[in-house]
């Protein structure tokens, strides 16, 4: 991602047909860039440009956006409409929300939740991918356009399923928290964002790369408490 003109060029082009397909308006793709939405800046000419590796921030959202969409084309290979339009649909497990609203209003930290969530249904597809084929050759349940649940290839009343569901629930339960403590420590939500997403020596890398796992929260807020404590050793 962090490679020559050329490269950055290629990622810039592959970020501004998927905006074109998600068919996000201008202030969205701003937000999604981590660009100011009221800035007179054109995020198709900025995209066109090859400019994403002018900070790491931006290389760890064109990054973490391409992981999202790879992920729903994984878990709709023969539905490409609904690849397209997920992240612009009210889903329960996000309260209500839609993924892009999700990372417009928690940015990298709400990438990071919208691709933990999307990594725990991989998980739960292939475990019922696995279990139906040893049933039957059968191939892979797809959902229809019209499936509201679109989260997995189980049957709603899928125990498994019902599991799933109640375990990303609380996962998105808990990243809420996080963010929540987050904010309460630093007294200022940019500054929240700032901490999730950059290096830290006590753990090793950015604290929101810990989110998607309950190991990986646990540390994060042991960390904060640490700092809320005085310790800014981290």
Same mark, same amino acid.
């Given at each position: 991602m962090t490679g020559g003109p050329?490269?950055?060029? %290629?990622?810039?082009?592959?970020?501004?047909?998927?905006?074109?397909?998600?068919?996000?308006?201008?202030?969205?793709?701003?937000?999604?860039l981590g660009l100011d939405r009221e800035s007179h800046i054109d995020p198709n000419e900025y995209l066109s440009r090859g400019s994403l590796a002018v900070d790491r921030d931006k290389v760890e959202r064109a990054s973490t956006l391409l %992981?999202? #969409?790879?992920?729903?084309?994984?878990?709709?290979?023969?539905? %490409?409409?609904?690849?397209?339009?997920?992240?612009?649909?009210?889903?329960? #497990?996000?309260?209500?929300?839609?993924?892009?609203?999700?990372?417009?209003? #928690?940015?990298?930290?709400?990438?990071?939740? =919208?691709?933990?969530?999307?990594d725990q249904q991989l998980s739960v597809q292939d475990l019922v991918f696995e !279990?139906?084929?040893? *049933?039957?050759?059968?191939?892979?349940?797809?959902?229809?356009q019209?499936?509201?649940?679109?989260?997995?290839? *189980?049957?709603t009343d899928n125990e498994s399923h019902h599991c799933a569901v109640e375990k990303n629930t609380e996962k998105i339960?808990?990243?809420?928290?996080?963010?929540?403590?987050?904010?309460? =420590?630093?007294?200022?939500?940019? !500054?929240?964002k700032l901490w999730f997403?950059?290096?830290?020596? *006590?753990?090793?890398?950015?604290?929101?790369a810990l989110l998607p796992t309950n190991g990986g929260r646990e540390k994060v807020i042991a960390l904060l408490e640490r700092i809320e404590q005085g310790d800014f050793g981290g």
């Open positions: 050329k490269e950055r060029s %290629r990622i810039g082009q592959m970020l501004l047909k998927l905006f074109e397909h998600w068919q996000l308006s201008t202030p969205q793709r701003l937000s999604l %992981r999202i #969409h790879k992920s729903l084309r994984v878990l709709f290979p023969e539905n %490409r409409d609904l690849v397209y339009q997920w992240v612009s649909q009210p889903n329960k #497990h996000f309260d209500g929300l839609t993924a892009i609203e999700i990372v417009e209003r #928690h940015g990298m930290l709400g990438m990071y939740m =919208v691709r933990g969530f999307l !279990k139906q084929t040893k *049933a039957s050759p059968a191939t892979r349940f797809v959902p229809d019209d499936d509201t649940e679109w989260l997995s290839a *189980a049957e339960l808990q990243l809420l928290d996080v963010w929540t403590f987050a904010v309460r =420590v630093f007294s200022s939500e940019e !500054k929240a997403v950059t290096h830290v020596p *006590a753990i090793g890398c950015p604290p929101a």
